[in-house]
Nanobody
Framework: VQLQASGGGLVQAGGSLRLSCAAS????????LGWFRQTPGKERELVAA????????YYEDSVKGRFTISRDNAEDTVYLQMNSLKPEDTAVYYC?????????????????WGQGTQVTVSS
């Protein structure tokens, strides 16, 4: 499977960005998907995840109420709407897909990764 993340950029604190993850190469809609982020010297962390149907989601505590994950299976795309951005949200954001339809939270369960998109939030 090929995952292509896009939508990153530079934004001021309090602003918004929408990330997109477009998939190709296998039956995207059968599997859940997660958005991760990573900063230099730190481990990659799961920010949000969504089940195959979109009926189940997960959010890391620091983004609850600010980020929304959604998917359009007809377009083989998952989105991460990021509002009220903070400087601490600055990171490279990756989309990834496991080989399961349910939401999973362990990084090791994700087998397929996109290339990452940089999000920079200025104060």
């Amino acid at each position: 499977v090929q995952l292509q993340a896009s939508g990153g950029g530079l934004v001021q604190a309090g602003g918004s960005l929408r990330l997109s993850c477009a998939a190709s190469g296998r039956t995207f809609r059968r599997y859940s998907l997660g958005w991760f982020r990573q900063t230099p010297g730190k481990e990659r962390e799961l920010v949000a995840a969504i089940s195959w149907s979109g009926g189940s989601t997960y959010y890391e505590d620091s983004v609850k109420g600010r980020f929304t994950i959604s998917r359009d299976n007809a377009e083989d795309t998952v989105y991460l709407q990021m509002n009220s951005l903070k400087p601490e949200d600055t990171a490279v954001y990756y989309c990834a897909q496991p080989s399961t339809s349910a939401v999973v939270v362990r990084t090791g369960q994700y087998a397929y990764w996109g290339q990452g998109t940089q999000v920079t939030v200025s104060s």
